[in-house]
Nanobody, 131 residues
Framework: EVQLVESGGGAVQAGGSLRLSCAAA????????MAWFRQVSGKEREGVAA????????YAGSSVKERFTISKDNARNTLYLQMNSLKPEDTAIYFC????????????????????????WGRGTQVTVSS
């Protein structure tokens, strides 16, 4: 059974940092494609960052790429998202996602993670950034 459990969310002021973690079970982060998505109430879920089983990373836009870093710890079987210089518009529920395909699709690689490319999802962790 696949389980993805996010943690590390919270409330911070603008300019602050958070590191999200996603502990994976039933998934091998060494070979799976992994990603972070976020969703604001009433809006569609949007991709934030992804990392393929080959280590290639992808970010959804320059604003995210300049401030966020996706990484994984194979020994801990855990995915991370380091978020720096947080802005109020980063406020959302952040979800971890995984798929058994090793390589990111072309769309996920060049446009940021695409929700349809990922088959397993965590329940999310809330991030709130105040101005």
């Amino acid at each position: 059974e696949v389980q993805l459990v996010e943690s590390g969310g919270g409330a911070v002021q603008a300019g602050g940092s958070l590191r999200l973690s996603c502990a994976a079970a039933g998934v091998d982060v060494r070979t799976y494609s992994m990603a972070w998505f976020r969703q604001v109430s009433g809006k569609e879920r949007e991709g934030v960052a992804a990392i393929g089983g080959d280590g290639i990373t992808s970010y959804a836009g320059s604003s995210v790429k300049e401030r966020f870093t996706i990484s994984k710890d194979n020994a801990r079987n855990t995915l991370y998202l380091q978020m720096n210089s947080l802005k109020p518009e980063d406020t959302a529920i952040y979800f971890c996602a995984a798929d058994s395909r090793r390589y990111l699709s072309a769309k996920s690689q060049f446009l940021g993670p695409q929700a349809q490319d990922f088959s397993h999802w965590g329940r999310g962790t809330q991030v709130t950034v105040s101005s």
